[in-house]
């Protein structure tokens, strides 16, 4: 997926794709892409905890 999805509401979102019509072969390259973009987003939560983290103590929450 593009790094402009991240700007897109959710709504507008590309919808999910048709499995059915897809090979053994194309579903495990889409298991493949499905599982970085999840490392790519676990990334960020752990960057904005950090960023949390750190503006909490700058302002002694």
């Known amino acids: 997926m593009s790094e402009d999805l991240d700007e897109q509401p959710h ?3 590309p919808k999910p794709l ?3 019509v897809m ?3 194309e579903l495990s ?3 493949g892409e499905l599982e970085s973009e999840i490392e790519r987003v676990r990334s ?3 960057r904005k905890e950090e960023q949390k983290v750190a503006a909490d103590a700058v302002f002694k929450r």
Do not use: F, K, N
Request: a negative charge; charged letters at 25%; zero cysteines.
């Open 11 to 13: 709504a507008l979102r």
């Open 23 to 25: 090979s053994v072969g």
């Open 18 to 20: 048709d499995l059915d």
């Open 29 to 31: 390259e889409y298991i």
């Open 44 to 46: 960020a939560i752990v």
